[in-house]
């Protein structure tokens, strides 16, 4: 499959680029700058520029599927999430409807469906993760929301925990790396198909861990 990734200059996008190049997909990243281009080329990208909040429809020919791992971050004021992290993702799966392209993977967040139980500093950030969640489970597509926790830098342990809501201990976070793994991974496993489920490090291996959902 073509995969279009928007976020790919993201921490968890050039992982998911990476590891898309080496397997069976072709990996189309999608790109704001021109100077990001080297950068992505070298792993194993297709470069595509367009803006999330410009006119990005050319960037969806051709495409099979789309992993949706842009974000302002919670850093950012509301201005920055409303148009990356709502309306972004809105404008993103709106088009993939109408382009026939089936398949679309949402990166989203712990929190996204409890705003109200995060820090006060990031509740827009939640907010807005939910909305976008909330339209693509009313869209027509094949979705897959994975809802990460702390979102770290370590290397990837390859071993998580994964539920539609997981109880115990939600501060144990996740490394990115293992989230990109576990993009890849859902690709092709219809039983992750129409899920929506959180993501922390844990015990199982990641295909293991997808396949109890």
Known sequence: ??????????????????????????????????????????????????????????????????VFTAGSGGHTGPEKTELVDRQGAMKIIEAAEKEGISRFIMVSSMNADTPENGPESMRHYYKAKGDADDKLRSSNLIYTIIRPGKLLDDPGKGKIN????????????????????????????????????????????????????
Do not use: W
């Not at 992505?40 to 099979?64: P, R």
């Not at 990115?176 to 198909?193: E, G, H, K, P």
């Open 162 to 213: 994964a539920a539609g809501k997981i109880e115990g201990d939600r501060s144990v976070g996740i490394p990115r790396a293992d989230v990109a793994a576990i993009i890849v991974t859902a690709l092709d496993m219809d039983n992750t198909y129409k899920k929506t489920f959180e993501v922390l490090s844990g015990e199982q291996r990641i295909e293991a861990a997808l396949k109890s959902l």
């Open 1 to 66: 499959m073509n995969i279009l990734i928007v976020g790919s200059h993201g921490k968890i996008g050039k992982q998911v680029v990476q590891l898309l190049s080496k397997s069976n997909h072709h990996p189309k990243a999608m790109i704001r700058n021109e100077e990001q281009r080297n950068e992505l080329e070298k792993l194993g990208g297709e470069v595509v520029i367009a803006d999330l909040e410009k006119d990005f429809g050319h960037a969806l020919k051709g495409v099979d599927a789309i």
